[in-house]
């Protein structure tokens, strides 16, 4: 199990190391990841380059016994890379530049930057890769999260690139793009600008394109320098730090291109979904590479400064966050940052030794964690206890959340609402694109499928083919890949196995706004008309709510579960199920609430026979199954009970009735071995176990 945190000794005198390394051994910490904004340290002008403090530093953690991370160091140039070369700053939409002064003020695409960019990495690679302490690599850091596009010359001419190749002609891309609509047609690719402030709405096809050019061009960044330091040599695991469910980097492509995946998870103290929103990560980048530990690379030790309001994390609270992510697959537990910052927009941020020092809860608390991890040894490899599945995709997100459709969705919030339904009940879930359904699952969720490539479609149908159980709609297969209709209506892919047939949409009213056109929709519901923005159904018994469409559907073949109560298609099918030979689709047509979804879900597992890790779970107890280890956290504010059959993995103990109190974690060891768990020494990358 790894421990530690980002390090930045270059903010502190050098006499300070000492007591860090110090401090570091005290706290159970035995890796840090070292110079991640060090450029202007390492680089101060063109030409110069000073190495001898990070030499110093990296003997002094080896001496002491704490290995590194190593960061390339790419994520802020210093002031001198802006100043002799403009070129390599970002653009908003309207072309106006983004300055430096901040950090991540690069165009992912300008090749002066690449090239800069790569000297260094190039330089630090050849100077460290055989340092015994250096078992891993950092590229970059969190690549986009403040500059989720760039709109600059750099990416305009790199997008003209990356399309010519894409499309090979310009007669490919129009027909890609359907530009004979609003007269888009384009003569030569030189004549593409990125989707730049316009007056209206852009081609979506386009901006669907110019999305997946973003994802690349960072990832593109990552490759480079990986490339750098593999031929420097690098034996050990290179990676960079994802941020979960973050819309513009496609991490299911990036993800064959990490050793070890690496993710950053801030869970906000006061939301009332936090638990719920950091398993779904949690689950996200397991799922990313089944099989293979993850890192949990930077969380918070208490508060963090970049939300409105930052309040601490309760009592406890670390730990049973910690613990999320260890019964979620991840081997490594690591914060932002080591030693709080004294000066620069962050000093107001937690690290695991505060400025007010060790007399402190956090530093109790993250004493009290080294140890406890210390004591849980080897884990069971992550990925193979889930025998459900739900379908999150980084190209539906960008497609379905486009303007100009019937009605405004919220992607995520929709897959984090059915994901919650079996979170809740402590049912383990894996989180795959629509290609990946396949018989290690019993029940794949796929409720939002709007662009469905074709290699999606051939898989869920050979999924429900083979016996699998699948649930899709409502606006799903809607668009292939190109953010087009398809010959012959909707549906098209997935409509025999669904064994319905699509007429409609129907849109529901979305919330009354002053203004004209809008005002009416407000009188619609002062008349009586009952309320425009939902439509009732029962499902078992429970009576749920539709929202934004209840879509006008036909049963061809399939059964019809449930109609419409009400609203503009009452009495027509409002949830359907076609059975097979072997397996079940089944198709909702309108978007539940979430009784609605849980109704459903409930209904799916009872007949699926998806079971949960632990029966019956108490209110704020949650429960992850990684092989024989049962991981039972109570976030509540109560003290729970519940049976565990198993010993306690930090005890020994074996346990049985068990209560636990607010914050209260237990590590449950299942009796039986696993047979079907391979070797939890093959997962993680050698250098780092
Ligand atoms: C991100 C960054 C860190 C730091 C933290 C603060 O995770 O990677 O450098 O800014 O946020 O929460």
Redo the contacts with the bound molecule.
């Keep these: 199990m790894l421990y530690g945190a980002?390090y930045n000794p270059d903010q502190w005198p050098e006499d300070v190391w000492d007591d860090d390394v110090r401090r570091m051994n005290e706290a159970g910490v035995n890796i840090v990841s070292l110079g991640?904004?060090a450029w202007s340290r390492i680089q101060p002008a063109e030409g110069v380059w000073d190495f001898g403090w990070l030499d110093r530093v990296i003997d002094t953690l080896h001496a002491g016994g704490i290995r590194v991370n190593l960061a390339t160091a790419t994520a802020s140039p210093p002031p001198w890379v802006s100043a002799t070369y403009p070129e390599t700053l970002p653009a908003d939409e309207t072309g106006a530049s983004y300055w430096p002064g901040s950090r991540q003020h690069f165009a992912p695409s300008s090749p002066v930057y690449r090239r800069l960019a790569g000297e260094l990495v190039r330089r630090i690679a050849e100077r460290y890769v055989d340092h015994p302490a250096v078992v891993m690599w950092h590229v970059g850091?969190?690549f986009g999260?403040h500059l989720w596009m760039d709109y600059s010359d750099a990416a305009r001419d790199a997008y003209r690139l990356w399309l010519r190749e894409r499309y090979g002609t310009v007669e490919a891309l129009n027909a890609a793009w359907g530009t004979t609509f609003w007269s888009q047609r384009y003569g030569a690719f030189d004549e593409v600008f990125p989707p730049r402030l316009a007056p209206y709405s852009h081609n979506p096809s386009s901006m669907l394109d110019f999305r997946r050019f973003t994802s690349d061009m960072l990832l593109e960044c990552y490759l480079a320098e990986r490339r750098i330091l593999l031929a420097a040599g690098a034996t050990q695991p290179i990676t960079t730090?994802f941020?979960g469910p973050f819309k513009p980097a496609d991490y299911r492509r990036w993800a064959p291109h990490m050793d070890v995946i690496a993710d950053?998870c801030?869970p906000d103290p006061a939301h009332p979904t936090r638990v719920r929103d950091s398993a779904f990560q949690r689950d996200l980048v397991r799922s990313l590479k089944p099989g293979v530990p993850w890192l949990l690379w930077?969380q918070?030790t208490d508060a963090?400064?970049?939300r409105p309001a930052n309040p601490g994390k309760a009592p406890g609270a670390l730990a049973a966050e910690t613990a999320q992510s260890i019964g979620r697959g991840a081997d490594g537990i690591m914060f932002?940052?080591w030693r709080q910052s004294r000066a620069g927009s962050?000093k107001f941020?937690s690290a695991m030794l505060p400025h007010a020092g060790t007399q402190t809860r956090t530093w109790q608390e993250v004493v009290s964690l080294g140890e406890r991890l210390r004591r849980l040894g080897e884990l069971p490899a992550p990925g193979s206890d889930a025998r459900a599945a739900l379908v999150f995709d980084w190209e539906n997100w960008w497609a379905v959340e486009e303007r100009d459709h019937p009605f405004e969705i919220d992607y995520l919030a929709v897959a984090l609402e059915w994901y919650g339904a079996l979170h809740r009940r402590g049912v383990m879930v894996d989180i795959i694109g629509p290609e990946e359904a396949d018989a290690r699952y019993d029940l794949v969720l796929a409720p939002a499928l709007y662009l469905l490539r074709d290699d999606g479609a051939a898989a869920l149908n050979r999924y429900v083919g083979e016996g699998g159980t699948l649930l899709t709609g409502p606006f799903s297969d809607i668009v292939d890949q190109h953010d087009q209709f398809c010959d012959g209506g909707f549906i098209t892919r997935l409509g025999e196995a669904l064994g319905i047939r699509y007429e409609d949409f129907g849109a529901l009213a979305g919330p009354p706004a002053g203004g004209m056109g809008v005002g009416a929709l407000g009188a619609v519901g002062a008349v009586g008309a009952g309320d425009p923005q939902t439509v009732a159904l029962t499902l078992d018994g429970i009576a749920a709510r539709g929202t934004l469409v209840a879509e006008a559907i036909h049963a061809t073949t399939a059964e019809v579960v449930v109609v419409f109560d009400d609203g503009p298609n009452a009495g027509r099918p409002a949830l359907t199920r076609q059975r097979h030979r072997a397996g079940e689709a089944w198709y909702v047509a309108t978007m539940p609430d979430a009784t609605g979804v849980d109704a459903i879900v409930a209904r799916l597992l009872r007949e699926t026979g998806v079971r949960p890790v632990v029966d019956d779970l108490p209110d704020g107890v949650e429960v992850a199954r990684r092989g024989s280890l049962v991981t039972v956290i109570n976030h509540g504010d109560v003290p729970a009970t519940l049976d565990l059959a198993g010993t306690d993995v930090e005890s020994g103990h074996p346990l049985g009735r068990t209560e636990l109190a607010p914050q209260q974690v237990v590590f449950c060891a299942l009796p039986l071995a696993e047979p079907s768990t391979p070797d939890a020494t093959e997962r993680i990358p050698a250098a780092v176990s």
Aim: negative net charge.
């Design positions: 980002d991640i904004f850091n969190e999260c730090n941020m950053d801030y930077e918070a963090v400064n970049w932002f940052q962050e941020h």
